[in-house]
């Protein structure tokens, strides 16, 4: 198997990947049309699946995790797809169950990839010209790993955009957009309305969207494409809502309203007030797929076990080391919100690094540290640290590695500061790689 499963990933790895490509033409490189002919050549059934499509600039993963946990609650096996990965790409692909009253996450297996894979890879002989991308390969596989497995939900989400993602020839039960900002303008668009009509070309003819609270123009732009699919629109604070918000150490607790329903105390783990809004977002999309009264107990406890890697975590006490895969403006407003709410007494010690596609000065200024070092990570996209100096102009300390930048972070930390590592989620990837203390956790993704 691993001589096979070896095999599998070399054959994988040969065909195009945009996720390591920065610039490229948008329009021109993906293509839909490419993936319904791909998939029903391959004989995937992919309009059995029963689907919630989950689009946005952030937060859009924290929401598919949490619909996933929210309907395996109920007792359904779920499906999820999410991008990009930590450490394999097997986490892209997982089904979550509620067994004995826990959780459980199984990710796609080596022998399920290479048995999918020895399926496709006759036919996709006949793609010469028009060769599926790395990312299309992994939805279709990931589509057929869940018809096998015979899931009752599948929760995606989008990988890049919307209306051109492979993800998107699904039909779904429900569309999500979750909260959208500036981030990929030069290939989705330099205003939030076009940004905003990209992300909302996931909504499908008569299929209900729930959307968070929008600025103008990107709520005017899902607004009129909602209308023009004769599609109705849920919004959050206007249709439902998330109310009565505390905050406190380890959980953030609010209340939930849906036209009759109402649920008390309900918790998420994930720190900062955006992620109540993620979890209305996930539970609104629940009542309305499921239009029926649930147990409010499963719902409260779905939500309290769905933890986040790297979504502001604590990943080292001593030194207080926190972990965000932030990798855009919006994002960065998040982490500097959460900083003031959780750390307000803290000399924050940032050590950044971003991809070259990004605008490094715009999550930057953002952010109120103390100090700065700037790095970067093992990924052809990224910002070449001495570049990514010469960009931002400021006094800096740079090295070409995280663990040269931890240990320059660690000799000037002390009681009263916070190591922050944050600016893309290749670096943070890499920096959970490098604190995990427990070996058996790296040999589990050891063969990607």
Do not use: W
């Not at 040969?14 to 839909?32: A, G, I, T």
């Not at 589509?143 to 039909?171: A, C, M, P």
């Not at 409260?300 to 890697?309: F, V």
């Amino acid at each position: 198997m691993t001589k096979d499963y070896s095999q599998t990933l070399h054959y994988l790895n040969s065909f195009l990947d945009f996720e390591k490509k920065s610039f490229y033409s948008y329009k021109d490189s993906l293509k839909l049309k490419r993936v319904y002919q791909v998939a029903d050549y391959l004989d995937v059934s992919y309009k059995d699946l029963k689907v919630i499509h989950i689009a946005g600039t952030k937060g859009k993963g924290s929401t598919a995790h949490f619909t996933a946990y929210l309907l395996a609650s109920l007792g359904y096996k779920v499906g999820l797809f999410t991008s990009p990965h930590f450490f394999s790409f097997r986490e892209r692909i997982k089904i979550i169950n509620f067994i004995n009253n826990k959780f459980k996450e199984k990710l796609i297996s080596p022998k399920a990839v290479t048995k999918i894979i020895e399926k496709f890879k006759d036919k996709l002989i006949f793609f010469k010209k028009e060769k599926p991308t790395y990312f299309e390969l992994l939805t279709l596989i990931g589509f057929q790993h869940f018809l096998d497995k015979k899931i009752d939900y599948l929760v995606v989400e989008v990988g890049l955009g919307g209306r051109l993602d492979s993800t998107n020839i699904v039909k779904p039960l429900v569309s999500v957009i979750t909260h959208i900002g500036y981030d990929h303008v030069h290939l989705l668009g330099n205003s939030l309305a076009k940004i905003a009509s990209e992300k909302a070309g996931i909504i499908k003819n008569k299929v209900p969207v729930v959307s968070t609270l929008q600025r103008k123009s990107a709520a005017q732009a899902i607004k009129r494409i909602a209308k023009k699919n004769r599609s109705p629109l849920f919004i959050l604070g206007k249709d439902f809502q998330t109310m009565n918000i505390k905050v406190k150490k380890n959980f953030t607790y609010f209340d939930f309203v849906f036209k009759e329903n109402k649920i008390k105390n309900l918790k998420v783990h994930p720190k900062g007030i955006h992620q109540v809004e993620n979890a209305g977002l996930s539970l609104a999309s629940v009542f309305i797929l499921k239009k029926q009264k649930m147990k409010a107990s499963l719902l409260r406890q779905a939500l309290s076990q769905c933890l986040l890697a790297a979504r502001f975590e604590p990943v080292s006490r001593n030194p207080l080391i926190v972990v965000d895969v932030a990798h855009n403006q919006s994002s960065a407003k998040v982490v500097s919100d959460n900083l003031r709410r959780y750390y307000p007494k803290k000399k924050v010690i940032l050590i950044f690094a971003c991809s070259n596609d990004k605008n490094p000065n715009q999550m930057i200024s953002l952010i109120n540290y103390d100090s700065i070092i700037l790095t970067q990570f093992k990924h052809q996209r990224v910002f070449d640290v001495f570049e990514l100096k010469k960009v931002l102009k400021k006094r800096a300390i740079a090295t070409t590695n995280l663990k040269d930048a931890l240990e320059r972070a660690k000799s000037v930390h002390n009681k009263d500061s916070l190591i922050l590592i944050c600016g893309s989620f290749f670096l943070a990837a890499e920096a959970k790689m490098l604190l995990k203390k427990n070996q058996s956790f790296q040999r589990k993704y050891a063969r990607v």
